[in-house]
């Protein structure tokens, strides 16, 4: 049976003679599009015209974002990079592309067998690299995955509940323990962690992070460029400087940071949007851009998720439905709830159990860490550009945080291999 092909390669000396020999019948592939443009090319993919897509590296507009709407569809992809080429194959990689195939001209017919061996190879498979254009199926590559940092995503509904407060609080107490870690400000819709931590907004951070991402050219070095240090173990990813840029934050590009990051530090810290909404493809015909895409893939590449409420009646009641909506948006293992400013004007004499049985009640929470209304110590911080740590150590929110910290530390690192050291 002959596989049909979707094809999408660069001005290159080996294009005309490579769709040749793709095309001769002794190949057993057939060519059901050869695209003009990667819009093109995800156009034919969406329609179901192919079942492989062989892309060149040098193919214009070809990106991270590309190549994962690519493998949303259910294609396959096979990448071919020039043999002088050294930089490619690794990018390709990086992108999420399994299947490279260096092209020499000079040898056209071992390059069109390597491409179909490639693409008869069956999806359990995993086909990394065929060099030279080799007549066999090339090196089967075994990659171990490799140490993966702690995800922490920071959610909660609408309402302004403190996720940024608690996002900073964790991060900064982590990085007192000892970790390196990084804090992202993913919120796409009011993005603050730069306020609030005094930092002047210079338009780079995240969004730039995501293009260079789409690029192909984020590594540890160029992230760790863009990031601020607020302190010691601690450094900064900004958010963007309008929210009107959130459609520079795609799923592809936000995927690739979060890993790059993982593997530079210890901990990551996210803080994300409020909205869990999906429905772009009510309005949009084709593939559209997705608002809250940051906010999704930090919930689905973190270890733990914190939610965070406000501690009022009306806070607590948009946390309630934060929680359903959280289970149907994501699957979320584990999980920690929050709920800041919790205080007796509001709540009663006792604002921790009436929260923690209103909780348990209507959303089967049977843990809540309630964090004590410190208006004055968070005034202070914000005023400062400063962390509640720096500004008062002794408070009774910074406490509660600071247990959080340890008991999300104290999971993830064992305490015989090394443990956070917080103090009672």
């Not at 994962?68 to 390709?92: E, F, N, Y």
């Not at 017919?109 to 995993?126: K, M, N, Q, S, T």
């Not at 900004?238 to 799923?251: H, P």
């Not at 772009?280 to 733990?304: K, M």
Request: proline residues 4%.
């Amino acid at each position: 049976m002959a596989h049909e092909l979707l094809v999408l390669l660069g001005k290159t000396p080996w294009e005309g003679p490579l769709v040749a020999g793709l095309a001769h019948p002794a190949s057993r592939m057939t060519i059901a599009r050869r695209c003009l443009d990667t819009a093109d090319l995800l156009a034919s993919a969406e329609a179901g015209r192919g079942e492989v897509a062989l892309v060149g590296a040098d193919a214009p507009r070809l990106d991270a974002d590309v190549i994962q709407r690519l493998i949303d569809c259910d294609v396959r992809i096979v990448g071919l990079v020039s043999a002088d080429d050294h930089d490619s194959p690794a990018r390709l990689q990086r992108w999420g592309v399994e299947s490279i195939v260096v092209v020499d001209v000079s040898e056209i017919g071992p390059a069109v067998f390597a491409i179909a061996e490639a693409v008869r190879l069956d999806d359990r498979d995993r086909f990394d690299l065929v060099r030279d254009g080799s007549a066999t199926a090339g090196e089967i590559a075994s990659i171990a995955p490799g140490t993966r940092a702690l995800a922490i995503a920071v959610w909660g509904p609408a309402g302004a509940p403190g996720r940024t407060s608690v996002a900073i609080g964790l991060a900064d107490e982590l990085s007192r323990a000892g970790r390196r870690v990084l804090l992202v400000d993913a919120d796409t819709w009011s993005p603050s962690v730069s306020l609030m931590l005094g930092m002047v907004d210079d338009g780079a951070g995240l969004a730039s992070a995501c293009r260079r991402a789409l690029s192909g050219t984020l590594d540890v070095e160029s992230l760790a460029a863009l990031t601020r240090s607020p302190s010691k173990n601690f450094a900064v990813l900004s958010g963007l400087s309008r929210s009107g840029r959130w459609a520079e934050v795609r799923s592809a590009a936000m995927t690739t940071v979060l890993n790059v990051a993982r593997s530079w530090v210890e901990a990551v810290v996210i803080d994300c949007g409020f909205s869990l909404e999906a429905d772009e493809d009510l309005v949009f015909d084709t593939a559209a851009p997705r608002r809250n895409a940051a906010t999704f893939v930090a919930l689905e590449q973190a270890d733990e998720v914190v939610v965070v409420g406000a501690g009022d009646p009306v806070g607590l009641v948009r946390l309630v439905t934060g929680l359903s909506d959280l289970s149907d948006a994501a699957a979320v293992s584990h999980r920690h709830v929050v709920v800041t400013r919790a205080r007796n004007s509001t709540l009663g004499r006792r604002p921790d159990a009436a929260i923690s049985e209103l909780l348990y009640r209507h959303a089967g929470v049977d843990s809540v860490w309630c964090v004590p209304d410190d208006p004055i110590g968070y005034d202070m911080a914000l005023r400062e550009g400063r962390t509640l740590a720096d500004v008062a150590p002794k408070s009774p929110a910074r406490q509660v945080v600071r247990g959080l910290a340890r008991t999300i530390g104290d999971d993830h690192w064992p305490r015989g291999v090394r443990t956070l050291r917080i103090a009672r």
